[in-house]
């Protein structure tokens, strides 16, 4: 089952402009890991955030996290079309606890 | 961070017949992969979970008998469809990590299997 629901679902900004994504999710959490993929692709991390942590920076990536509400959001700063992917969240993990379950995804599209 | 391969990259079969893809860990030993099946514009749903050395853990829902997974070494798992059907057609991510529950996961490219 999916623990995480990403919002929004799609969204579509011009280079320059900032991003923001959503993700929601439903259980208690160790952490949240963002992922990025490219059209076709794998999987790429991006950055995980600890439960006892509330915001983390990487280059032009900021993460937050409130566990009081069960959410986290994505910041791409200053996007580019090279940022165009889906962007998926992590919150969750199978019966066995061990594989990443994740949320549906965020569509985004940066045109020049 | 590690490198997982996954090969091959796309492949085209047939009604019937079975493909074989293959996920290795490059540059680390993996005791445990993932294997994930992804519809387009869709999220990435868990499989099963590959075990080395012993037998695969399904998630609810997926046929054993239909996607075999064997684990033979710690840098290489299998994922075979067998007696593939045109709704077999996904794309198939294979996942693994160099460390516990909660470490960042590391991803194959992905295979996108068309079954004609």
């Known amino acids: 089952s999916q623990q995480g629901e990403e919002d929004p679902q799609a969204l579509s900004i011009q280079e320059g402009e900032n991003a923001t994504m959503n993700c929601s999710y439903k259980?208690?959490?160790?952490?949240l890991q963002w992922y990025r993929q490219n059209s076709g692709r794998g999987l790429v991390h991006l950055i995980l955030?600890?439960?006892?942590?509330r915001e983390k920076h990487s280059g032009r990536l900021r993460v937050t996290l409130d566990t009081s509400k069960k959410s986290s959001s994505l910041l791409i700063t200053a996007s580019r079309a090279a940022d165009t992917a889906s962007y998926f969240c992590?919150?969750?993990?199978?019966?066995?606890?061990?594989?990443?379950?994740f949320g549906k995804g965020t569509t985004l599209s940066v045109s020049s | 961070g590690a490198v997982v391969s996954q090969h091959p990259s796309w492949v085209i079969c047939k009604s019937g017949t079975s493909v074989k893809i293959e996920c290795r860990s490059l540059?680390?030993?993996?005791?445990?992969m993932f294997w994930y099946r992804q519809f387009p514009k869709q999220s990435l749903m868990l499989m099963a979970t590959?075990?080395?050395?012993?037998?695969?853990?399904?998630e609810q829902g997926v046929e054993k008998d239909k996607f075999l997974i064997n684990h033979a070494s710690l840098t290489l798992s299998t994922l075979t469809v067998t007696s593939a059907h045109p709704e077999d057609s996904s794309f198939y991510i294979c996942?693994?990590?160099?460390?516990?529950?909660?470490?960042?996961?590391?991803f194959g490219q992905g295979t996108r299997l068309t079954v004609v």
């Open positions: 996942s693994a990590r160099d460390g516990g529950p909660g470490t960042e996961a590391f």
């Open positions: 259980t208690s959490i160790n952490n």
């Open positions: 955030i600890r439960s006892n942590e």
């Open positions: 992590a919150t969750g993990f199978n019966q066995a606890g061990t594989a990443l379950i």
């Open positions: 540059d680390f030993q993996a005791t445990t």
């Open positions: 590959s075990n080395e050395g012993s037998k695969a853990t399904y």
